[in-house]
T-cell receptor, first 115, second 115 residues
Framework: QQQVKQSPQSLIVQKGGISIINCAYENTAFDYFPWYQQFPGKGPALLIAIRPDVSEKKEGRFTISFNKSAKQFSLHIMDSQPGDSATYFCAASTGNGGATNKLIFGTGTLLAVQP | GAVVSQHPSRVICKSGTSVKIECRSLDFQATTMFWYRQFPKQSLMLMATSNEGSKATYEQGVEKDKFLINHASLTLSTLTVTSAHPEDSSFYIC???????????FGSGTRLTVV
């Protein structure tokens, strides 16, 4: 019940296309859903996060769509660029992302954007 | 923004020796920090939750006597890998929650190679 399932495992997108990564969870106590971007040899960096009181959040080319009833959320990267090529992780936690609540990570998606 | 500094970025040590990894919150106080381990092309696995002034909480299957965690101040947590073996070779990453609802910031990671 603590798992966050992520798909696809890898994704190839042409430059300018839309990259879509999906995640699903079981624990209805989760109330904070961030997405992280990780480049090889670096720590994850927060891209965008959402809470269950909204169905969509957009920041620049990155959009999170959230479906509370289906317990699913997804990341859309519009106008994908070669510089977006990285591994993306979804995650979830309880306590509104508070100081003591651990993050549960998805399995990751390796995105390659071809020029 | 909130920054977590992690050192060293990479370390090579001999089997049987101990290695210490430091994680500092530079511009905020972190009562709780988290330590993760990441194998190549895999997700982040939470090892332990580090609490300032008290004992760390270890995840199931993580040897507390092998991975010693000390959180002596509000800005510093350390992970010591004791009696390191080649199977301990991995990418270790720390993180801290910036504040309620403000998400988690990750360090840049430490690549440990045990030879």
């Amino acid at each position: 019940q603590q798992q966050v399932k992520q798909s696809p495992q890898s994704l190839i997108v042409q430059k300018g296309g839309i990259s879509i990564i999906n995640c699903a969870y079981e624990n209805t106590a989760f109330d904070y859903f961030p997405w992280y971007q990780q480049f090889p040899g670096k720590g994850p960096a927060l891209l965008i996060a959402i809470r269950p009181d909204v169905s969509e959040k957009k920041e620049g080319r990155f959009t999170i769509s959230f479906n509370k009833s289906a317990k699913q959320f997804s990341l859309h990267i519009m106008d994908s660029q070669p510089g977006d090529s990285a591994t993306y992780f979804c995650a979830a936690s309880t306590g509104n992302g508070g100081a003591t609540n651990k993050l549960i990570f998805g399995t990751g998606t390796l995105l390659a954007v071809q020029p | 923004g909130a920054v977590v500094s992690q050192h060293p970025s990479r370390v090579i040590c001999k089997s049987g020796t101990s290695v210490k990894i430091e994680c500092r919150s530079l511009d905020f106080q972190a009562t709780t920090m988290f330590w993760y381990r990441q194998f190549p092309k895999q997700s982040l696995m939470l090892m332990a939750t580090s609490n300032e002034g008290s004992k760390a909480t270890y995840e199931q299957g993580v040897e507390k006597d092998k991975f010693l965690i000390n959180h002596a101040s509000l800005t510093l947590s350390t992970l010591t890998v004791t009696s390191a073996h080649p199977e301990d070779s991995s990418f270790y990453i720390c993180s801290a929650a910036v504040g309620l609802g403000d998400g988690y910031t990750f360090g840049s990671g430490t690549r440990l190679t045990v030879v």
